[in-house]
């Protein structure tokens, strides 16, 4: 007699872990961006571009890099809880563009 038989919780549960670690590399990838928006809006905000290494950027006169090189000359004038309330708001301005990704949908909708 042979019967067809497997460990449908291991395989669940496999399947469960990837789909974690794959959320968890988005939620890094997201935090990491909503850094990045914080330190380029803190550069505009405080004409960075007047004093940033790059040239491109200097006439530009607008951040024109994903992790701006001139932040650290920026951000020792701003408390970590401000910097921090900031990256939040933009790490939820992300999410809806995500859950669109996910469902298919117009993101501004």
């Known amino acids: 007699m042979t019967t067809l038989q497997w460990d449908v919780e291991h395989l669940r549960d496999r399947a469960r872990d990837r789909r974690e670690t794959e959320l968890e590399k988005q939620r890094e990838a997201d935090w990491q961006e909503a850094g ?3 330190e380029r809006m803190l550069s505009e ?3 960075g571009t007047t004093c940033c290494p790059s040239r491109k950027c ?3 006169r607008r951040c024109l890099w994903q992790a701006p090189i001139c932040a650290p000359l920026l951000l020792f004038g701003v408390s970590a809880d401000r910097a921090r309330r900031i990256t939040e708001h933009f790490y939820t301005e992300i999410q809806p563009r995500r859950r669109a990704e996910v469902l298919g949908e117009d993101a501004k909708a």
């Open 36 to 38: 990045y928006s914080t």
């Open 45 to 47: 905000t405080r004409r």
């Open 58 to 60: 200097r006439r530009a």
